[in-house]
């Protein structure tokens, strides 16, 4: 069983900047791939970025590709995801998730879900 707690969402105005963190627990979670997703007022879950179990692959959406950065410390099982330059779009719930394996961009298969934190960005 992995679980996961998500961590540093909060309120900023646009072009701010956060970094959210994501506690990784369980056996084995430094092998499993880690991935944020966000879900906004009346839209669906999206995938937000990716990255793979040694930190070496990344994936971003093409919304926040420039902006946001995925990383991991896996000596600490953290992952991190560093937003800069917010826009008002961003403000979501923001996920993070984990799978085995492969990078993908699909929600449904990642096996292992955090409580969510939240990200609102104002004007």
């Known amino acids: 069983q992995v679980q996961l707690v998500e961590s540093g969402g909060g309120l900023v105005q646009a072009g701010g900047s956060l970094r959210l963190s994501c506690a990784a627990s369980?056996?084995?979670?430094?092998?499993?791939?880690m991935g944020w997703f966000r879900q906004g007022p009346g839209k669906e879950r999206a995938f937000v970025a990716a990255?793979?179990?040694?930190?070496?692959?990344?994936d971003y959406a093409d919304s926040v590709k420039g902006r946001f950065t995925i990383s991991r410390d896996i000596a600490k099982n953290t992952v991190y995801l560093q937003m800069n330059s917010l826009k008002l779009e961003d403000t979501a719930v923001y996920y993070c998730?984990?799978?085995?394996?492969?990078?993908?961009?699909?929600?449904?298969?990642?096996?292992?879900w955090g409580q969510g934190t939240q990200v609102t960005v104002s004007s």
């Open positions: 998730a984990a799978k085995r394996t492969t990078i993908t961009r699909t929600a449904g298969a990642y096996d292992y």
């Open positions: 369980g056996r084995p979670s430094s092998t499993y791939v």
């Open positions: 990255i793979s179990w040694n930190g070496r692959t990344t």
